[in-house]
Protein backbone atom coordinates (compact mmCIF):
# COMPACT_ATOMS: atom_id res chain seq x y z
CA UNK A 1 0.00 0.00 0.00
CA UNK A 2 1.49 3.62 -0.92
CA UNK A 3 1.03 6.12 1.58
CA UNK A 4 0.10 9.59 0.83
CA UNK A 5 3.38 11.96 0.70
CA UNK A 6 1.94 14.38 2.92
CA UNK A 7 1.16 11.67 5.82
CA UNK A 8 4.56 10.52 4.76
CA UNK A 9 5.90 14.17 5.87
CA UNK A 10 4.11 14.63 8.87
CA UNK A 11 4.69 11.63 10.50
CA UNK A 12 8.31 12.20 10.15
CA UNK A 13 7.67 15.58 11.72
CA UNK A 14 5.68 14.06 14.56
CA UNK A 15 8.50 11.60 15.20
CA UNK A 16 11.19 14.27 14.37
CA UNK A 17 9.72 16.22 17.14
CA UNK A 18 9.39 13.52 20.02
CA UNK A 19 13.36 12.63 19.37
CA UNK A 20 14.54 16.03 19.50
CA UNK A 21 12.54 16.75 23.00
CA UNK A 22 13.77 13.35 24.22
CA UNK A 23 16.99 14.71 23.09
CA UNK A 24 16.67 18.12 25.12
CA UNK A 25 15.69 16.56 28.13
CA UNK A 26 18.05 13.62 28.28
CA UNK A 27 21.30 16.47 27.54
CA UNK A 28 19.53 18.31 30.55
CA UNK A 29 19.48 15.57 33.32
CA UNK A 30 22.42 13.56 32.46
CA UNK A 31 24.89 16.23 30.86
CA UNK A 32 24.01 19.39 33.14
CA UNK A 33 22.23 17.69 35.82
CA UNK A 34 19.25 19.45 36.21
CA UNK A 35 16.99 17.96 38.49
CA UNK A 36 14.43 18.88 40.57
CA UNK A 37 15.86 20.30 44.27
CA UNK A 38 14.58 17.30 46.44
CA UNK A 39 16.64 14.72 48.28
CA UNK A 40 16.23 11.70 49.02
CA UNK A 41 16.64 11.54 52.84
CA UNK A 42 13.95 9.94 54.83
CA UNK A 43 12.32 10.98 58.13
CA UNK A 44 9.49 9.41 59.71
CA UNK A 45 6.85 12.09 60.15
CA UNK A 46 5.56 10.94 63.44
CA UNK A 47 8.77 11.20 65.25
CA UNK A 48 10.48 14.59 63.67
CA UNK A 49 10.45 16.29 67.14
CA UNK A 50 12.59 13.25 68.71
CA UNK A 51 14.89 13.47 64.91
CA UNK A 52 18.32 14.94 66.07
CA UNK A 53 18.27 17.46 63.68
CA UNK A 54 14.75 18.40 64.13
CA UNK A 55 14.07 18.54 67.86
CA UNK A 56 15.03 21.91 67.96
CA UNK A 57 14.17 24.04 65.27
CA UNK A 58 15.72 27.42 64.77
CA UNK A 59 18.44 29.22 62.99
CA UNK A 60 22.02 28.44 63.32
CA UNK A 61 24.72 29.75 61.63
CA UNK A 62 27.62 27.31 60.29
CA UNK A 63 30.28 29.13 58.21
CA UNK A 64 31.30 31.98 57.23
CA UNK A 65 28.21 33.92 55.81
CA UNK A 66 26.52 30.43 56.11
CA UNK A 67 23.41 29.89 57.82
CA UNK A 68 21.18 26.78 58.31
CA UNK A 69 17.07 27.00 59.32
CA UNK A 70 16.30 23.69 60.97
CA UNK A 71 12.52 24.15 59.86
CA UNK A 72 9.38 21.87 61.10
CA UNK A 73 5.92 22.29 59.10
CA UNK A 74 2.35 21.55 60.58
CA UNK A 75 -0.94 22.72 60.09
CA UNK A 76 -1.06 25.67 60.20
CA UNK A 77 2.77 26.57 61.13
CA UNK A 78 6.29 26.92 60.12
CA UNK A 79 8.92 26.44 63.18
CA UNK A 80 10.93 29.02 63.73
CA UNK A 81 8.21 31.70 62.80
CA UNK A 82 9.88 34.69 62.89
CA UNK A 83 13.90 34.10 60.81
CA UNK A 84 16.86 36.96 60.98
CA UNK A 85 19.65 36.23 59.19
CA UNK A 86 22.43 38.77 57.39
CA UNK A 87 22.04 40.04 54.03
CA UNK A 88 23.79 38.52 51.19
CA UNK A 89 24.25 35.42 53.46
CA UNK A 90 23.90 31.97 51.98
CA UNK A 91 20.59 30.30 54.02
CA UNK A 92 20.03 26.49 53.60
CA UNK A 93 16.61 25.64 54.97
CA UNK A 94 15.96 22.34 55.64
CA UNK A 95 12.38 21.19 56.29
CA UNK A 96 10.41 18.73 57.39
CA UNK A 97 6.73 17.95 58.15
CA UNK A 98 4.32 16.67 61.21
CA UNK A 99 1.53 16.02 58.96
CA UNK A 100 0.47 16.64 55.52
CA UNK A 101 2.00 18.57 52.50
CA UNK A 102 2.48 21.56 52.81
CA UNK A 103 4.47 24.44 50.21
CA UNK A 104 6.96 26.74 51.28
CA UNK A 105 6.85 30.07 48.95
CA UNK A 106 8.59 33.28 49.39
CA UNK A 107 7.14 35.87 46.78
CA UNK A 108 9.87 37.55 45.13
CA UNK A 109 12.47 35.17 45.27
CA UNK A 110 13.67 32.06 44.26
CA UNK A 111 12.27 30.15 46.86
CA UNK A 112 9.37 27.76 46.34
CA UNK A 113 8.93 24.32 47.41
CA UNK A 114 6.91 21.63 48.61
CA UNK A 115 7.39 19.51 51.73
CA UNK A 116 5.83 16.08 51.41
CA UNK A 117 5.45 13.26 54.26
CA UNK A 118 8.62 10.88 54.99
CA UNK A 119 11.25 13.24 53.44
CA UNK A 120 13.82 16.17 54.38
CA UNK A 121 13.11 19.09 52.22
CA UNK A 122 16.55 21.63 51.39
CA UNK A 123 16.65 24.31 49.69
CA UNK A 124 19.35 27.49 49.73
CA UNK A 125 18.78 31.05 49.04
CA UNK A 126 20.52 33.79 49.30
CA UNK A 127 18.19 36.90 50.32
CA UNK A 128 20.30 40.07 48.53
CA UNK A 129 18.05 42.87 49.82
CA UNK A 130 17.38 43.90 53.29
CA UNK A 131 13.96 43.66 54.67
CA UNK A 132 10.99 41.80 55.89
CA UNK A 133 9.95 39.14 53.67
CA UNK A 134 7.18 36.24 54.58
CA UNK A 135 7.27 32.85 53.74
CA UNK A 136 3.33 31.50 52.90
CA UNK A 137 2.27 27.94 52.77
CA UNK A 138 1.21 27.44 48.48
CA UNK A 139 -0.38 23.79 49.13
CA UNK A 140 -3.73 23.69 50.68
CA UNK A 141 -3.28 21.80 53.80
CA UNK A 142 -6.50 22.34 55.62
CA UNK A 143 -9.41 24.75 56.86
CA UNK A 144 -6.10 27.29 58.96
CA UNK A 145 -4.07 27.06 54.96
CA UNK A 146 -4.61 30.94 54.49
CA UNK A 147 -3.11 31.72 58.09
CA UNK A 148 0.16 29.97 57.67
CA UNK A 149 3.11 32.12 57.03
CA UNK A 150 6.04 32.80 58.53
CA UNK A 151 8.35 36.07 58.82
CA UNK A 152 11.89 36.33 57.40
CA UNK A 153 13.76 38.99 58.12
CA UNK A 154 16.97 40.34 56.36
CA UNK A 155 18.91 42.85 58.23
CA UNK A 156 21.88 45.23 56.49
CU1 LIG B 1 0.37 24.36 55.11
CU2 LIG B 1 -1.15 25.13 53.46
Redesign the pocket.
Known amino acids: MKMNRMEEIWMIIAVGIIIIAMGITGYQAFALGMAPPSHKEHIDPQTVEEHPEFSEPGVYETGDNQYEVIMT ?1 Q ?2 QFEPGEITVPEGAEVTFRMATKDVV ?2 VNVPHTNLNTMVVPGYIQEITQTFHEAGEYIMV ?1 N ?3 GVG ?1 QT ?1 SATITVEE
Open positions: LAFHGCEYCHM
